[in-house]
T-cell receptor, first 109, second 111 residues
Framework: QKEVEQNSGPLSVPEGAIASLNCTYSDRGSQSFFWYRQYSGKSPELIMSIYSNGDKEDGRFTAQLNKASQYVSLLIRDSQPSDSATYLC?????????FGKGNQVVVIP | NAGVTQTPKFQVLKTGQSMTLQCAQDMNHNSMYWYRQDPGMGLRLIYYSASEGTTDKGEVPNGYNVSRLNKREFSLRLESAAPSQTSVYFCATQRREYEQYFGPGTRLTVT
């Protein structure tokens, strides 16, 4: 089983809609989870950290963590064209971050 | 503050050549990391340094060496470059609660 799995395929959303991204992870002991945003040709940028079950909101972003089901999700409300990017899920375990392969989000004006 | 800087930004090497990728941070973080990113493979850890004077292998260390020169600097060396090492290389630092911050990357092509 892969350590971190993200939805396959690009996600197209109309401007102003909610984009929903999901991620599952294999390490039950992990306590730290992250979402990174990566624009084409740029480096990953940390946008959310979450450490406990439940929701964490930061501006238009909401991260949701469910440790029992081993998944973490990211909601982007009121999606803007500037949100078009690849979103990487990651968790910390064994002295390192394990990253998913990413989900491309395309916001259509 | 520059955060995490990497040099060079782009590099083309011939097979068998060597080079060193440089990374420096002004965030006063203890831990530093080197990743490579390839299409369809995601980010993979090459080496990391939990603190000055220590280094450890990650998932894909073969063909690479590292040096943690001081708290600020962590370099990655390719002794004999191979086409399979064509990739984008990112350096990152880690602060409390495992949040990592990435440099701008080095785009390396080996022909």
């Amino acid at each position: 089983q892969k350590e971190v799995e993200q939805n396959s395929g690009p996600l197209s959303v109309p401007e102003g809609a909610i984009a929903s991204l999901n991620c599952t992870y294999s390490d039950r002991g992990s306590q730290s989870f992250f979402w990174y945003r990566q624009y084409s040709g740029k480096s990953p940028e940390l946008i959310m950290s979450i450490y406990s079950n439940g929701d964490k909101e930061d501006g238009r972003f909401t991260a949701q963590l469910n440790k029992a089901s081993q998944y973490v999700s990211l909601l982007i409300r009121d999606s803007q064209p500037s949100d078009s990017a690849t979103y990487l899920c990651a968790f910390y375990g064994n002295n390192r971050l394990a990253f998913g392969k990413g989900n491309q989000v395309v916001v259509i004006p | 503050n520059a955060g995490v800087t990497q040099t060079p930004k782009f590099q083309v090497l011939k097979t068998g050549q060597s080079m060193t990728l440089q990374c420096a941070q002004d965030m006063n973080h203890n831990s530093m990391y080197w990743y490579r990113q390839d299409p369809g493979m995601g980010l993979r850890l090459i080496y990391y340094s939990a603190s000055e004077g220590t280094t450890d292998k990650g998932e894909v260390p073969n063909g690479y060496n590292v040096s943690r020169l001081n708290k600020r600097e962590f370099s990655l060396r390719l002794e004999s470059a191979a086409p399979s090492q064509t990739s984008v290389y990112f350096c990152a630092t880690q602060r409390r609660e495992y949040e990592q911050y990435f440099g701008p990357g080095t785009r390396l092509t080996v022909t």
